[in-house]
């Protein structure tokens, strides 16, 4: 049986990713795509939003309660708000939620965690999940002498700064270095403060995503960097990430991540 999943924010660029992938996954079938009630697409075949060349059977809705109904997962990639709405129907219908959304630093996940499986990641991409293992080992082996400086560049139309993916690298760092990331971060590079995790940001174009991570001292540089080429890698890995959720952790909520994934 296959595994009925649903997507929510199916028409933005992440969400007709999702819908793509999933319509090329033989083990899971899309069973229902939310947008929001103001949306001309509502009751539109998601066939031909993410082109392809027929109808999938599977029309356009906006209620994120029926559709997490139907669903043995749901996924979301939108907004804040929407998020927040995702999380507190799948904590009352206890479904498993796959959510990539970011800029949501302020939501406590684990609160919505204790009663639904959840998982959520800044970046959903196999490559970015290995770069954080690598990040980490560095930090391991450079140790505190070294600058960290993290430099990130997006399309012009994102809403965060620095992204998710940034923060979480910066995170990651800090929790190696045991020193206290909120203390520790910062954007103002008139003058280098010693031990601080420093970030810079670039928006421009049509940029997927590209992240760098440097160690520098007075003699080298060590340099960590990925590049999304395409949505795909994002989307491919929150598919995987759904069925893994729903085949391992369908009936034991907690907070999860890609890092249990890959
Ligand atoms: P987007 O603006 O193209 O799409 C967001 C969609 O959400 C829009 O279509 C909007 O209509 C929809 N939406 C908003 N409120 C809604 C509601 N109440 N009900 C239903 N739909 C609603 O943005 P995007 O580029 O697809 O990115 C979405 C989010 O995913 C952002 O936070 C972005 O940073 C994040 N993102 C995460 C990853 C990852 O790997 N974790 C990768 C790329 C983007």
Known sequence: MKIKVGVVGCLGRMGKATLAELIGNTKTEIVGAVTRSSSQYIGSDIGLIVGHNSNVGVKVTSSIYEIC?????????????????????????????????????????????????????????????????????????????????????????????????????????????????????????????KGKIGFAVSRGGGVIGDHSVMFINSDERVELNHKAIDRKAFARGAVQAAIWLYENKREVPGLYSMQDVI
């Open 69 to 193: 109904k139907l669903s043995d997962v749901i996924i979301d990639f939108t907004t804040r708000e929407c998020v927040l709405d995702c999380l507190k129907t799948a904590m009352k219908l206890k479904k498993p939620l796959v959510s990539g959304t970011t800029g949501i630093d302020d939501i406590n996940l684990s609160e919505y965690a204790a009663k639904a499986p959840i998982l959520w990641s800044a970046n959903m991409s196999v490559g970015v999940n290995i770069l954080l293992k690598l990040v980490k080992k560095a930090a391991e082996l450079l140790g505190n002498e070294y600058d960290v400086e993290i430099w990130e560049m997006h399309h012009s139309l994102k809403k965060d700064s620095p992204s998710g993916t940034a923060l979480e690298l910066g995170k990651t760092i800090a929790s190696t270095l045991k020193v206290d990331f909120q203390v520790n971060q910062y954007l103002d590079h008139n003058i280098r403060q």
